[in-house]
């Protein structure tokens, strides 16, 4: 019992407290923790506030419910000469007796059937006849609409006028009509004047089917012609370049000598639509056609920006790079680098450099330390690398004014977004961002604002539904079983080379692999052909790609490495082996042709079975090519030919082919036919029997149990190793992934993984075989732990392990040792 009291009287003296404290606090502009019901003080803040906000609403609502009825009541004040003494005098409301009253009145006028109400009641006439016209409020629904004299009815004409099929229709329609008409011009004398009179549906007079004809056929011939006017401008707008000069348009006067030095004197298009938005300083996504100058278009802006930061930063410790390309590959890099050289030329102090895949790092940082670089073009993979390895160039970012991605719509794409968002996140909000591409789908329009500010603007040069690719280059499509495509490639480029003497030629296949056996089929037919795909060493790529700028009557049969942004100048001919991955994949190829406003040609070469690629172009200008016929000599010696290539590259090519088709939604998810294809693939390209797939890789693709898929059986190994930077410190394109079968782990988020797997006898004897790695299956938990071990183990270790040498080689067997005491 006195504990209870104690208890009551402690909670008591609590909440007097409590009460004292919340009046103390609220004194003290603090106020209490908790307010009834157990709000918090800013919930109870909103509580009230919102509650102030509905009364001040329903205030408001209320204010204009009585100015609304006050300009009723003085309307009908106006109106009505009885009432206007007495409301407009008060200019208030009428009372709802007042009000009932008027309307009685208004009703009982003649002629104001009119203003009557469908939900007032039946029209018919009341069945008593009444002289009395006056108001009676008890029986006011009982009252008649039409006043009857004798059995007339007063002002009936103008009732049967506006309720046509009511029961007065059968009374003389003659008169009806005469009084009508009248009823018209005169209107009701109740009602709101000239605005309440219903006036006469217009009578379309019938058109005879012949002049409807001639109508229709002269429409015609106006459409015709302004299509006609439409392609003449167009053709007539399709010259890349304006009329504005650059020493127009405010650039820097050395800029202007550099550029007409180099021989450019006028503006493209693209950029003069999009210099000025850039000199500005503000965020811009800009779309033009492929070769119409948006390397030029860019690096305008981004050399302005570099003289304006340099002029105001003198005294930076550390030299900071204030322009930053991004860029897909390193070709590209190269060449934006070069054109961005050549603008520089009469600046001196200022200089550009590139960090791409398949250079040494350390010579990387030599030339980023000696060489002057306020702008750098990087391909988002090395760059990362260097963010990640504390190089010193995150602090040179900070001081970043502009950042552009060229080929945006591929750099926001799932291969590199990560890579890019991961690039940004280390770079100052407060900068200018510019993205540049030919193709801008929709969806990359949408998450550009990863890197776009908001209110950024976006330039489109060509324009809402105009053909997104060159008019001059012509194109075509060939539907052919795909056993007989290499004798078509190779009739193709015969039949080229024979029309055209100084013919430069780019042959674009599906993955790395199939590039690498065209390219050798083609050799062994005699013509003069180089290959580019991303299997191929730095040195050697960057030689053939400088070899095929500078060459004429040259192939050169590559994989999409070239398809983006290389500027090979005077292509003649693009032919496109198979199905691109997409439609924007189908334009940039295309792209390397019919650059600067020049002409040339584009083939699609496909199987029946890629026919449905088509109709992902349907808009774009395809001509269906026809079907030559192949010489029986020629594909005889195409067959020998084919017999000479090695069995690897045959084999490379089958599993690059399935893996392409199979990663292909459309195609890869029907299994079994997707097996079945490439098996023919086999087949023609001369294997005895489809090449058996590593088990591990044929569940990863979902072909293990599919018919005609041959697994590999034997000594599985998995050889994991942590590759050195120098060797895979790369950027490798997502194509060169699937190809090369290479996995990038990361694990502790500085360093590099890679894991491989193959057969003992591949690392002893050959190149190294690589799989793809995906999933999170137990072999790459073992693979992750294993690469764990080796990171500690061999921590600061800078060699290769797997070279073309053979005692690396024998390192990975030992390391294979571990692996197998390990795991
Ligand atoms: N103002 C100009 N006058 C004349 N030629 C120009 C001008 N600007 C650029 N060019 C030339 O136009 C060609 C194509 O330029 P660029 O490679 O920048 O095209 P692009 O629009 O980036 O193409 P892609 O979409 O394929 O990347 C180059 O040879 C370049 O020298």
Redesign the pocket.
Known sequence: MWGWMLGEGRRVVCEVACTRNWVALRHMGGGPRTFPGGVNKWKWKRMHEKFARDKQKRLIEQEKQLYEARIRSHIRSALSPDHRSAAAATHRPLSPNDHVKALADRFLKDGAQDLWNTRDGPLTPNPTPTQNLHFRPKHSRGYRSVPEVGNKRVGAHKYRFWRKGSDDSSSDESESENESELSLKTGSSASLGEYDVKREKRVVPKISEEVEFIRQELNKRKLKQIEEQETKEQHSNES??SNTR?DECGISPNTVKA?SSA??????R??EASLSICLEGLDALVK??????????FLLPAIETVLKAASSNKSERVAPIYVLVLCPTRELAS?IAA?AKVLLKYHDGIGVQTLVGGVRFKVDLKRLESDPCQILVATPGRLLDHIESKSGISLRLMGLQMLVL??ADHLLDLGFRKDVEKIVDCLPRQRQSLL???TIPKEVRRISQLVLKREHKYVDTVGMGCVETPVKVKQSYLSAPQESHFQLVHHILREHILQTPDYKVIVFCITGMVTSLMYNLLREMKMNVREMHSRKPQLYRTRISDEFRESKQLILVSSDVSS????Y?DVTLVIQVGIPSDREQYI?RL??TG??DKEGKCVLLIAPWEEYFLDEIKDLPLQEFPLPDIDPQAKLKIENSMAKIDNDIKEGAYHAWLGYYNSIREIGREKTTVVELANRFSESIGLQRPPALFRKTAIKMGLKDIPGIRIRFGAQLWICCWMTFELFRTDFQLEDLSYMGLCVLTIDGSSIFKALTSDLNDYTDAEPTFKLLQGRNLAQKRTIQFMEFLYVMFQGVRTPFITDQPSSNLLLVKLYKILQVLV
Do not use: C, W
């Open positions: 890349i370049l650059f550029l021989g450019y004197v006028h503006l493209t693209v950029q033009a056609k492929t070769g119409t100058g948006k390397s030029v278009a060449q054109v060229d080929e540049f591409s030919a983006r942004g290389m500027n100048p940039h792209g390397r650059r600067e």
